[in-house]
């Protein structure tokens, strides 16, 4: 999936400035890049970010990551190295590479670096804290928990199948003593002295979070290990209590997802383990949120432009950009969807527009948002709507014939192979997330603001203020209409979010000037699930 929304406006002329030397032969403004960076002890392969010059390599928990062994290293043509590969380095901290020709362009090379760490006894309550920086493991058990006969169940403070430990399991079973033992771990040749903590605690079970959609309700508790957990629930004001199917448990955590609700109805939730229960807690589900326009029926023509609404704008497209070259790229079309009710769809179709007497590819395209104007003859995309709407996916009909790419502008660097004769390819992508004017340099209703011409303005799917994110990318013709259900894959049930981003287009590499003039998607009848 690719880390980058794409925007699909009719964009930029690239300009190149030139730098001089004292003779004033100017010399080219060549961008240096890492192509390509092999090494072992990788868990999959290098992220390389040609727009922020940096590479992030994913290590194996067993790799030693003071000791990483680059094996080979590609950059463009030409280009030369401040730092000599293959080699060993520290990845702790970035290494930093210069390369030049011509200019020089400076590129970070950082690691990152997961261990799965554990520590569970017998008939524990919730889930055990794992405090890495000193060295800590923390497990609660019930204040009747025999302190000298304690089962340790599972533990594991350091990479896999290269750890040793001081003590064995069976060794690890009196906790009378302070409540804790120390343990000594070594790996590579790192030594680490941890402390194992068994505290009694008096709460058998209670609530870590409950957070109430519109239709659902996201419960997490924790009880105790091995004992029956789970959740119940009701609307305020009725007496009899529904138990909650399908509970995931870990250890002492679960947790569980109540659906098919009413929204803007309090409803009652109680968590229990064995025979305790939690206090009750009351929550109100939220309203829903309907898209304006789903259908694709309301059109209209204002200053030769077409849009994708009549009064209000909601839905935005290229067409404010593409008109300056007396192009249309979205316009309503009656080849509609099968069983619609409606009369028209949305077409989206991509062309090659010729403005100033110079050719260059547009994307056909409809997204939430607005056409934001032209720097110079650079186009500015504000996208997202405003809307607190968490919903599960987002439901419609697409209709897509994938052209061959025919116009390839600039390279996407995240598809540095691709070149003409391959397919073009659709997109359809959902995000709502907490985007801020402020940091984004929009407006309050359309806080994103990107450039056609800078990619480090293109929006990264995994930025911090995306909250839930889906996306469909089409690289064939479909059979005509098809149907489909987008789910949102969220990072957190707890984030409220404040805008909601879609984006639709046939040719999803548009913003570099790059797909095929025979891309055509079209869309109808969208609907958000909850």
């Not at 730092?83 to 210069?98: G, K, Q, S, W």
């Not at 950082?110 to 008939?123: H, L």
């Not at 302070?178 to 030594?191: C, K, N, P, T």
């Not at 939220?286 to 209000?312: H, R």
Request: charge should be negative; aromatic fraction near 10%.
């Amino acid at each position: 999936m690719t880390k980058i929304f794409k925007t699909f406006v009719l964009g930029a002329l690239v300009a190149f400035a030139s730098g001089c030397i004292n003779n004033d032969v100017p010399y080219p403004i060549i961008k240096l890049d890492i192509l390509t960076l092999e090494a072992d002890g990788l868990k999959s392969a290098p992220q390389i970010d040609a727009v922020n010059k940096s590479v992030t390599l994913e290590l194996e928990e067993t790799t030693d990551i003071r000791n990483v062994n680059i094996t080979s290293i590609t950059t463009t043509e030409g280009a030369t190295s401040s730092v000599t590969f293959p080699a060993t380095f520290d990845l702790r901290v970035p290494l930093y590479v210069e390369l030049t020709k011509y200019q020089t362009y400076e590129w970070k090379i950082s690691a990152e670096q997961s261990i799965e760490r554990y520590f569970t006894v017998e008939g524990q309550i919730g889930e055990s804290k794992i405090d890495v920086e000193h060295h800590v493991a923390t497990a609660l058990v019930p204040m009747d928990h025999d302190m000298k006969s304690v089962s340790v169940t599972s533990l594991k403070l350091g990479p896999k199948d290269i750890t040793t430990y001081s003590l064995a399991l069976s060794e690890l079973n009196d906790f009378s003593d302070g409540s804790m033992r120390q343990i000594e771990v070594a790996y590579h040749d790192i030594e680490e002295m941890w402390t194992l903590q068994v505290i009694p605690t008096d709460v058998e079970v209670e609530f870590k979070g409950v957070d109430a959609w519109a239709k659902r309700i996201w419960l997490y508790a924790e009880g105790r290990s091995g004992a029956d957990l789970g959740f119940k629930y009701r609307k305020a004001g009725d007496e009899e209590w529904l138990a909650v199917n399908d509970i995931e448990v870990n250890g002492g955590s679960f947790s569980a997802c109540v659906g098919n609700l009413d929204t803007l109805t309090e409803y009652e939730v109680v968590a229990y383990s064995g025979d305790s229960f939690t206090e009750v807690v009351k929550v109100t589900t939220e309203d829903i949120f309907a898209l304006p326009n789903a259908g694709f029926e309301e059109w209209s023509t204002v200053n030769n432009v077409v849009c994708p609404y009549i009064d209000t704008p909601f839905w935005g497209s290229g067409n404010d950009g593409a008109a300056m070259a007396s192009t249309t790229l979205t316009e309503p079309t009656e080849d509609i969807r099968p069983g619609s009710e409606g009369k028209y769809a949305a077409s989206l179709q991509s062309k090659k527009a010729a403005l100033m007497g110079i050719g260059k590819f547009a994307a056909g395209n409809i997204f939430l948002g607005e056409f934001g104007g032209l720097v110079g003859l650079d186009g500015l995309v504000n996208f997202g709507r405003p809307t607190s709407a968490r919903p599960v996916a987002l439901h419609g009909w697409v209709k897509y014939n994938c052209g061959v790419i025919d116009e390839l502008g600039r390279v996407p660097s995240a598809r540095p192979n691709l070149t003409k004769g391959d397919n073009d390819e659709g997109q359809i992508m959902i995000a709502v997330g907490n985007w801020t004017a402020e940091e984004y340099g929009g407006s309050a209703d359309c806080p994103v603001v990107v450039n056609t011409k800078d990619e480090s303005t293109y929006f990264n799917k995994e930025g911090k203020n995306v909250i839930g994110v889906g996306e469909m990318i089409f690289t064939e013709s479909t059979d005509g209409w098809i149907e489909f259900t987008l789910p949102l894959d969220y990072r957190t049930t707890s984030e409220v979010p404040t805008h909601m981003i879609i984006i639709c287009t046939g040719s999803r590499f548009g913003d570099y000037f790059t797909g095929s003039t025979q891309s055509l998607m079209l869309v109808d009848d969208f609907e958000l699930i909850y």
